[in-house]
């Protein structure tokens, strides 16, 4: 049964709840991708950085949205830490939608420090949450919750499915859409837009992989 719980980590111990959920499949865990900040008390990172008990004090996290679909994972303790689990597959037919608005409502409602929000790359389930919280949260069009995202952590790769959910999020909210998705080589992506290859352009001077659309 899918369920969103909290998880709430006092000083000298932790409790856990169980949820149902499944392991990524294996290699799935990217070394070296840093936590990236989206907004002053927004973070987006990996599964690493999650468990990183100097990641998670340095930028005063207080709340952490786990969307791998790992139920209990040794985060660091400490005094008011909350986990809220987003049991989530990164796979097109998951309904990640259904977690848009009670995760964009507890962000909001966190006040005591910074959100960081995670699966296990940072690349598609916490990437498409985000999103969906500056949609909502902050007025942005999906392409521009997109650009914003991408120019955080160009390595960010929502599935066709995510895709698809967001838009029906932004339809929801403001009766439009501004993104189109494509077929590619590497894909249903949604269109490049100027944003996107202004980036390439800086990744591909920089000597970076081209994350965005690889051959």
Same mark, same amino acid.
């Given at each position: 049964?899918?369920?969103?719980?909290?998880?709430?980590?006092?000083?000298?111990?932790?409790?856990?709840?169980?949820?149902?959920?499944?392991?990524?499949?294996? #290699?799935?865990? +990217?070394?070296?991708?840093? !936590?990236?900040?989206? =907004?002053? $008390?927004?973070?987006?990172?990996? %599964?690493?950085? *999650?468990?990183?008990?100097?990641?998670?004090?340095?930028?005063?996290?207080?709340?952490?949205?786990?969307?791998?679909?790992?139920?209990?994972?040794?985060?660091?303790?400490?005094?008011?830490?909350?986990?809220?689990?987003?049991?989530?597959?990164?796979?097109?037919?998951?309904?990640?939608?259904?977690?848009?608005?009670?995760?964009?409502?507890?962000?909001?409602?966190?006040?005591?420090?910074?959100?960081?929000?995670?699966?296990?790359? #940072?690349?598609? +389930?916490?990437?498409?949450? !985000?999103?969906?919280? =500056?949609? $909502?949260?902050?007025?942005?069009? %999906?392409?521009? *919750?997109?650009?914003?995202?991408?120019?955080?952590?160009?390595?960010?790769?929502?599935?066709?499915?995510?895709?698809?959910?967001?838009?029906?999020?932004?339809?929801?909210?403001?009766?439009?859409?501004?993104?189109?998705?494509?077929?590619?080589?590497?894909?249903?992506?949604?269109?490049?837009?100027?944003?996107?290859?202004?980036?390439?352009?800086?990744?591909?001077?920089?000597?970076?992989?081209?994350?965005?659309?690889?051959?």
């Amino acid at each position: 049964m899918i369920q969103l719980v909290i998880l709430t980590h006092p000083v000298g111990g932790s409790r856990s709840f169980p949820v149902h959920s499944e392991s990524p499949a294996p #290699g799935s865990i +990217r070394a070296g991708m840093r !936590v990236s900040q989206v =907004l002053a $008390r927004l973070y987006l990172g990996d %599964l690493d950085s *999650a468990l990183n008990s100097a990641v998670l004090t340095s930028r005063n996290v207080s709340l952490i949205v786990n969307a791998s679909g790992l139920p209990d994972l040794p985060y660091p303790a400490a005094d008011g830490l909350q986990v809220l689990h987003v049991p989530v597959q990164d796979q097109p037919h998951a309904q990640l939608g259904q977690y848009f608005d009670p995760v964009t409502e507890r962000i909001q409602q966190n006040q005591a420090g910074s959100t960081l929000v995670h699966c296990t790359a #940072g690349r598609s +389930r916490s990437a498409a949450l !985000v999103m969906a919280y =500056l949609m $909502r949260s902050e007025g942005l069009s %999906l392409r521009q *919750a997109h650009e914003l995202v991408l120019e955080r952590r160009p390595f960010i790769r929502p599935n066709a499915g995510f895709w698809r959910q967001l838009m029906e999020y932004e339809r929801e909210l403001s009766g439009r859409n501004t993104v189109r998705m494509v077929r590619t080589a590497a894909g249903v992506l949604p269109e490049e837009t100027e944003a996107e290859k202004r980036l390439l352009l800086r990744l591909r001077a920089a000597g970076e992989p081209n994350y965005l659309r690889p051959p």
